[in-house]
């Protein structure tokens, strides 16, 4: 029959599993597996759909889950998105979501990322800025995030996550602070508006302020 594409939603589910130490049987694994390598590209790589460019952030993602799901790094499914990864310098510019779940899976660090402030809730409904007025897809992961985003979650670093450092940042682990803003050009669906930059700096100059 014909696939359901999802290799997104497929890695996030194991992304997910990590994060809160579900543990995956081993049909489901290799279910999982079989999802990443039908939906590959042929270029070995994976995007948003089936019609899509690669992307740094979905090939990422589906890297990191197909290795905590047992794969090495030399498996034939792999070896293509190790050296787009690597010809991209690692993936510091990764798209923000990406770097959201690769810092709760300490594989990024958390200063990396632009100020996701859980006070903004706080604020007027009637501010055009309050996130209760965002679409509702929006809304509702951005409340999520907020809340991550407030405790700085990361799971405890272990072999695996070592292994992946070395392997998502071949000049070396480090350099988020500089690159927060930054973003592959291939994954640039609209370019940060100078709104939106003043709006990040002005968040970034109330968390220094407050906790």
């Not at 594409?5 to 990590?18: D, E, I």
Request: one cysteine or more.
């Amino acid at each position: 029959g014909e696939v359901v594409w999802g290799p997104m939603l497929a890695a996030q589910y194991v992304l997910m599993c990590q994060i809160t130490g579900s543990a995956i049987p081993a049909a489901r694994s290799d279910l999982l597996l079989l999802q990443f390598r039908r939906t590959r590209f042929g270029s070995g790589l994976w995007g948003l759909h089936a019609h899509s460019p690669p992307y740094l952030f979905v090939t990422t993602l589906v890297y990191v889950a197909a290795r905590l799901l047992g794969l090495s790094r030399d498996d034939p499914l792999l070896v293509p998105a190790a050296r787009f990864i690597a010809a991209e310098g690692g993936v510091l510019r990764i798209p923000s979501w990406g770097k959201f779940w690769l810092a709760m899976l300490n594989l990024y660090d958390w200063e990396g990322l632009h100020p996701l402030l859980p006070e903004l809730w706080a604020l007027p409904r009637r501010l055009p800025i309050h996130p209760g007025r965002f679409y509702c897809h929006t809304r509702l992961i951005y409340l999520a995030m907020t809340v991550i985003y407030a405790s700085r979650h990361q799971i405890p670093r272990a072999p695996e996550i070592e292994a992946l450092r070395a392997e998502l940042y071949p000049a070396g682990y480090g350099g988020f602070r500089e690159h927060r803003g930054a973003l592959r050009a291939g994954d640039l669906y609209a370019r940060p508006s100078r709104v939106l930059r003043y709006f990040y700096a002005l968040c970034r100059y109330v968390e220094r302020r407050h906790s």
